[in-house]
């Protein structure tokens, strides 16, 4: 896959980075948010070496944007890697209830090393970590149950850290977006930038529009030689397209397709094409399609 060179480190996350790995010291519990749509590309590849030894929650997030078999296969796949995988769907508050049960347990071993001490109990902290926009500041409200952090599904709108009680028991480090200052994985910059899960200052959109037509007409190969092709979306990535817009991209690169819908739908004008395909995939209209799929699958899970 063709891919543009995306690099997006802006000075409030250089600035946050830096304060974050000093805010780790006070924290007992990280929980590390990543986009359901892309698990492994919203992996940051420096954040085992920054946790060193603490207890860590790995919350999947945006749920809604796959199917439930793909979610399982995940799910199954995580746990052969010996994780324990949450998933979540923040802006709808489901699977929010399980991940404040996971942390105040996961403290309770900490407390009760407290109490061996002579020390007093203290609410648990927590920080929650991920890449821009994976819904991080959604989790936290919906966690205290009421909007106290800004959130917004575009990148960057957390710009600084901010401690936030939850209850006698819990206590939360909100945190921006986190990225590595270099992506040198370019295939995986490309899915950030599909998912909008980085600025939009970092990419050109006609490119990465024509990136993703042709990494979903690579999605649908694989899907076809799938045993369970029925359970990785509600329709073919393929088909999605032809539903939506009438056009089969299948004989044609991404660039030709983008062209060919510009000139169908919008006047000629390949950015409006562009800026309408990536919209409607990130806001699901396309379908539950996922554009990451478990390396490989621990045999008599799916």
Known sequence: MASPSIQWYPGHIAKAEKALQEQLKRVDVVLEVRDARIPLSTLHPKLASWLGGKQQILVINRVDMISAE???????WFKSQGEVAYFTDANQGKGVGQIARAAQAAGAAMNQRRQKRGMRSRPVRAVVIGFPNVGKSALINRLLKRRIVESARKAGVTRQLRWVRISDELELLD???????QLTDQVAA??????????EAAYDTQRVATAFIDLLKQLDAAQSKD?????????????????????DPSGSTGETYLYELAQQQFQGSQE?????????????VLGKLPLELPPELPPDTV
């Open 175 to 181: 945190s921006p977006g986190i990225i590595p200052a």
């Open 227 to 247: 045993p369970h092709p029925d359970q990785i979306a509600t329709t073919t990535p393929i088909q999605a397209l032809i539903d939506r817009y009438g056009l």
């Open 272 to 284: 409006r094409a562009a800026r309408k395909l990536l919209l409607e995939f990130r806001k699901g």
């Open 190 to 199: 490309l899915k950030l930038a599909i998912c909008d899960d980085i600025g």
């Open 70 to 76: 793909v979610r399982d296969r995940w799910q199954a």
